[in-house]
């Protein structure tokens, strides 16, 4: 079956600019998971989905970062104003209730 | 809190050499998985293993074998028979498990990049 999709691949924006990235799960999975992979913070974890609901945002970054899923499925991750240090490969990975996590290929973003 | 660590920043062998990627971690939490994930270099994650902390046997897996010994708190991964595909970074992961089963989201190590060379 498809695997978890994201996009876009790669985004290249202004500091300043807002920017949204996408990521459509694994059909079936309740869990989504946001992570960012960056040269200096290794894979650090954001934010988890259970259904449309965000048990604990304490992993975004800063309030620049927002995330939402709609209909137990798409996700947005947002980024407002965006910084030069947000630029990184952010991935999201998406699970059944028996726990295992399917990476999707990331989206590349950097931030001029 | 928990904490992952793979001090083996980079580990370079000839192919067909034998090869163990060490992974200790840290918990408070009597119940969480365990996992290894391979990045090549296309850049995506993938999925290798998991384990329960309730389940302490081995497994092995072709020519990967993973060691689990809770005792010393270490999740080890081995190839055997390198080959120069197997050529990636290594994550070992690490996640608390909710009552239903779910698991949080995971804490990785920094990785292993391991260079298989012909």
């Known amino acids: 079956g498809a695997g978890v999709s994201q996009s876009p691949s790669n985004k290249v924006t202004e500091k300043g600019k807002d920017v949204e990235l996408r990521c459509d799960p694994i059909?079936?999975?309740?869990?989504l998971y946001w992570y960012r992979q960056s040269l200096g913070q290794g894979l650090e974890f954001l934010i988890y989905?259970?259904?449309?609901?965000?048990?604990?945002k304490s992993g975004l970054p800063s309030d620049r970062f927002s995330a939402e899923r709609t209909g137990g499925s798409v996700s947005t991750l947002t980024i407002q104003r965006t910084q030069q240090e947000d630029s990184a490969v952010y991935l999201c990975?998406?699970?059944?209730?028996?726990?295992?996590?399917?990476f999707g290929p990331g989206t590349r973003l950097t931030v001029l | 809190a928990q904490k992952v660590t793979q001090a083996q920043t980079e580990i370079s062998v000839v192919e067909k050499e034998d090869v163990t990627l060490d992974c200790v971690y840290e918990?408070?939490?009597?119940?969480?998985?365990l996992f290894w994930y391979k990045q090549p270099p296309s850049g995506e994650l993938v999925f290798l293993i998991r384990?329960?902390?309730?389940?302490?046997q081995n497994e092995i897996s072709g020519r990967y074998s993973w060691n689990f010994q809770k005792s010393t708190s270490s999740f080890n991964f081995t190839i055997t028979a390198s080959q120069v595909v197997d050529s990636a970074v290594y994550f070992c992961?690490?996640?608390?498990?909710?009552?239903?089963?779910?698991?949080?989201?995971?804490?990785f190590g920094k990785g292993t990049h391991l260079i298989i060379q012909p």
């Open positions: 990975a998406s699970s059944s209730v028996r726990g295992t996590q399917y």
């Open positions: 059909s079936g999975h309740t869990a």
């Open positions: 989905f259970q259904g449309n609901s965000a048990p604990d």
């Open positions: 918990t408070r939490d009597t119940t969480y998985y």
């Open positions: 384990r329960n902390s309730f389940d302490e």
């Open positions: 992961a690490l996640s608390e498990v909710y009552s239903g089963g779910g698991a949080d989201g995971l804490t």
